[in-house]
């Protein structure tokens, strides 16, 4: 996976850069030597692994590769799994499934049935690939399907020891094996460099196993070349420039660095980046603003909030720009080694005993356990089963370890005072599209679109239009759209996919509005510009089939088969156009497909049921109707009219 130079261990003494320093340290302003370091040589600094970094700093090696950075990520074996031999299925009572992952030899696989009584009426074995997180908190699990990268249906909460369905599964919300692994999700928690295809929204060509040294020192090769010519710095004297050392960043570049994977929400990117544009030394508002909701009560917060929670408490708003997380954090050692005493000690080396005299007696209660009572564990709003230690440093009301959202009042930038209005924009679009559907961030869009130029902010009077289905909107929207359809900026593969985006958006409004024959030409566009986004490829052969090019459709959607097998609905789809060619063996295989994949699906029902009525094979239609009114009555019912 990684392309390792062997280095000469004798230059370890000189080259070791060391992360952590304490709250007094005030490092020089060097931002410019490195900036100059990485834009100067733009994208030739090539990433080098921790394998090739272990050469020389071993030690740090040693104790990194304990801490949740360092194991966030590997292979899903009972080396890596938290996952007890003897656990409990799990029961989604919503959709009727259960959940028993388990171990085959060293491999994790999950299997997924219902039953009848006492009797499995449906069964399925998954091999899990990968597994995400450290277990400190949890273990969620990702199944690789041909480079396309899905999460499982399941998560072991480590803190608690519960087997569970992973956040966003409950409810009736549970979508099996169909959530994709995007960019966003492995740029922060992996390493770099991360082997994604470019067209596609979750397929990639390699995996790294875990953050490494080089997402806060920024890619190696520089450095490495540099030491293995036997230009060796004295980082005793002065800084080596050829990697990023983030002790000698200014601390707001370190918080900076930080809030890159510790401050997560809604990421609105800057127009031309993506998540792989980030780079130590950079202000993160370069490459995105990150947006969260406030809510009346400031005591909800995310997972994945320290920055923002800590950036709110007045030991970092009156440190005179010397506190960031590293005043407290050494990111080399697993905090857990470290224990409270550690912790404590860094709150006294800035609290002392003379300014702490009037909080003696609390001091006394606590056994000087300052952590206890000013970062109390609590419950976050988006992950269950989970504690953390809340960030806002202070005088806390009691916290439940089990929070509830209250009233939101505001959705703001954390990371940028000043986002632009196209950003604010794309917040409110994207916090309806992605995290909360209400009505109001929709209407906060349109009142902030109210008054700009429409070709200018074209892509989000779309995005608004699509949402809203929009149907009049986009009919006064679509002759700008029609000047587009040849602009360059409009017709580039990007890693965010936002033009492939913006053209199946319009291809969807125009199939609403003017038909399907109008729409195709989107569709096509949409694809051409993503060619491995299945969702793109599998609406384009639809389109395909509805203008009645059923041949190409079939290509298509065998395609989209052959790397995803496991996606009924497309099963389902190749086995009525084979139905309509008359291929009706071809065509039974295929719907019999898509109902092992989902055995409750109507669509592949109600094709087999006509299917059989079409080809007059009694047997089976008695026996399909004897399984329905047994297993599925819901569904018996329906089909009364097709049945006979």
Request: net charge positive; hydrophobic share 35%.
């Amino acid at each position: 996976m990684y392309w390792i130079p062997r280095l000469l261990t004798f230059v370890s003494l000189f080259s070791i850069a060391i992360f952590y320093f304490s709250c007094n340290t005030s490092p020089k302003d060097e931002k410019s030597s490195f900036e100059n370091l990485f834009w100067a040589k733009g994208d030739t600094l090539k990433y080098v692994g921790i394998e090739t970094c272990k050469n020389c700093h071993y030690d740090i090696f040693s104790t990194f590769i304990h801490t949740g950075m360092g194991s966030s990520f590997g292979l899903a074996d009972n080396q890596k799994s938290a996952i007890p031999t003897d656990v409990n299925a799990i029961y989604d009572f919503y959709s009727d499934y259960w959940y028993k992952p388990y171990f085959d030899r060293e491999r994790l696989k999950l299997l997924e049935f219902r039953l009848k009584g006492t009797d499995t009426i449906y069964q399925k074995i998954t091999e899990i690939s990968y597994i995400i997180g450290s277990g400190h908190h949890t273990n969620s699990h990702i199944i690789d399907c041909n480079g396309y990268l899905f999460q499982a249906p399941f998560t072991f909460y480590t803190q608690s020891g519960k087997l569970d369905l992973p956040p966003g599964y409950e409810g009736g919300h549970n979508s099996r094996y169909s959530r994709p692994i995007g960019l966003e999700c492995m740029s922060c928690h992996n390493a770099m460099p991360i082997g994604f295809v470019k067209g596609s929204e979750n397929k990639f060509e390699q995996m790294p196993m875990g953050i490494d040294c080089e997402r806060c020192h920024g890619p190696g090769s520089g450095h490495v070349a540099k030491i293995l010519n036997g230009n060796i710095t004295d980082t005793s004297k002065m800084p080596d420039y050829s990697i990023v050392n983030p002790k000698r960043l200014p601390v707001k570049l370190r918080f900076e660095l930080c809030q890159r994977c510790h401050l997560q929400g809604n990421a609105v990117l800057a127009e031309g980046k993506s998540f792989f544009d980030f780079r130590p030394s950079m202000m993160l508002r370069e490459v995105m603003d990150v947006y969260l909701p406030r809510y009346e009560d400031d005591d909800h917060f995310i997972m994945a909030s320290h920055a923002d929670r800590l950036s709110q408490s007045k030991c970092f708003t009156k440190s005179n720009n010397k506190m960031d997380c590293t005043t407290c954090h050494n990111p080399h050692v697993n905090s857990r080694m470290l224990g409270d005493k550690y912790f404590n000690k860094k709150c006294l080396s800035c609290h002392t005993s003379n300014n702490c005299k009037e909080k003696t007696s609390h001091r006394k209660a606590a056994d000087n356990n300052c952590v206890s009572c000013h970062m109390p564990v609590s419950g976050s709003i988006d992950i269950p089963h989970v504690t953390i230690h809340d960030h806002k440093i202070g005088i806390h009301k009691k916290l439940s370890n089990k929070q509830k959202a209250e009233k939101i009042i505001a959705l703001q930038a954390i990371n940028n005072p000043t986002p632009t209005l196209r950003s604010k924009i794309n917040a409110y679009l994207q916090q309806f599209e992605r995290f909360e559907a209400m009505p109001w961030y929709l209407d906060s869009a349109a009142l902030l679109l109210k008054d700009v130029d429409i070709q200018n902010y074209i892509r989000e009077w779309i995005h608004l239009s699509f949402l809203r289905n929009d149907g009049q909107l986009f009919k006064n929207l679509f002759p700008t759209v029609l000047r587009l359809i040849e602009n360059e900026a409009f017709n580039t593969t990007t890693f965010s996919n936002e033009n492939a985006w913006f053209w199946y958006r319009i291809a969807h409004l125009t199939s609403t509005v003017y038909g399907n024959k109008e729409a195709l030409k989107f569709y096509q566009k949409a694809y051409q510009l993503a060619p491995y986004h299945y969702d793109f490829k599998i609406k384009y052969a639809l389109s395909l089939a509805k203008n009645g090019d059923n041949e190409s459709a079939l290509r298509l959607l065998h395609e989209v088969h052959q790397s995803l097998p496991h996606l009924h609905d497309v099963s389902s789809n190749i086995g009525y156009l084979l139905m309509l060619k008359k291929e009706y063996k071809a065509a039974e295989n295929f719907l019999l497909k898509s109902l092992v994949e989902k055995p409750d699906y109507a669509i592949g029902y109600r094709n087999l049921i006509n299917l059989y009525n079409t080809t007059k094979q009694q047997k089976k239609i008695a026996d399909l109707k004897q399984k329905l009114r047994v297993h599925l009555p819901e569904l018996y019912t329906e089909f009364q009219s097709i049945l006979p």
